[in-house]
């Protein structure tokens, strides 16, 4: 089973609106962190978000906020206020475990966003 | 302080050539890590690394080869490139502590092997 599933390729949202980039998990270890990182056309990985397992609240940066449902095991991203620098692939990661030792990234396929004026 | 550099940063390899992507981070990170990024694939992991002398397998290694000599370096090796390898590959560092800590990536290395 795949450990990090985004079911949407393609999402197309129009500037200033928000939306919403789908993320579902699966681990069955309580310690875990959530990452969300943006990819634009030049190619490099910008982090973006970070939920921890043991967070209360959710995690917002900016325009940027995480529902974290952990009973559902969805981590989805919110962007507000959509911009035209907003279009990129967004992958979401997770890391199984405390931030230490051997834990790694799990990365999903990822979701193409294209924001139109 | 120049975060996670890789060179080259395009590479045109024949079948069953060598070569090593070079990784270096100025950070002090303990842990480091290399993916291959394939279409629709998303970023996998090829090795990590949680410190000097200290490596291991991530969930692609075959054709690879990695050592750690130094915090700083992590080069990755392959040995004999095949065009399965043909990818873009990221390295990547972060601290190795408790916390919300990410990992910061390297521009990537755009890989052809013909």
């Known amino acids: 089973a795949q450990k990090i599933t985004q079911t949407q390729p393609g999402m197309f949202v129009q500037e200033k609106e928000a939306v919403t980039l789908d993320c579902t998990y699966d681990t069955s270890d309580p310690s875990y962190g959530l990452f969300w990182y943006k990819q634009p056309s030049s190619g490099e990985m910008i982090f973006l978000i970070y939920?921890?397992?043991?967070?209360?609240q959710n995690a917002t940066e900016g325009r940027y906020s995480l529902n974290f449902q952990k009973a559902r095991k969805s981590a989805n991203l919110v962007i507000s206020a959509s911009q035209l620098g907003d279009s990129a692939m967004y992958f979401c990661?997770?890391?199984?475990?405390?931030?230490?030792?051997?834990?790694?990234?799990?990365f999903g396929k990822g979701t193409m966003l294209l924001v139109s004026p | 302080n120049a975060g996670v550099t890789q060179t080259p940063k395009f590479q045109v390899l024949k079948t069953g050539q060598s070569m090593t992507l070079q990784c270096a981070q100025d950070?002090?990170?303990?842990?480091m890590s290399w993916y291959r990024q394939d279409p629709g694939m998303g970023l996998r992991l090829i090795h990590y690394?949680?410190?000097?002398?200290?490596?291991d397998q991530g969930e692609v290694p075959n054709g690879y080869n990695v050592s750690r000599s130094t915090t700083e370096d992590f080069p990755l090796r392959l040995l004999s490139a095949a065009p399965s390898q043909t990818s873009v590959y990221f390295c990547a560092s972060r601290r190795q502590a408790e916390g919300p800590y990410e990992q910061y990536f390297g521009p990537g290395t755009r890989l052809t092997v013909t």
């Open positions: 939920q921890g397992s043991y967070d209360q």
């Open positions: 950070m002090n990170h303990e842990y």
């Open positions: 990661a997770m890391r199984e475990g405390p931030n230490s030792g051997y834990s790694t990234l799990t």
């Open positions: 690394s949680v410190g000097a002398g200290i490596t």
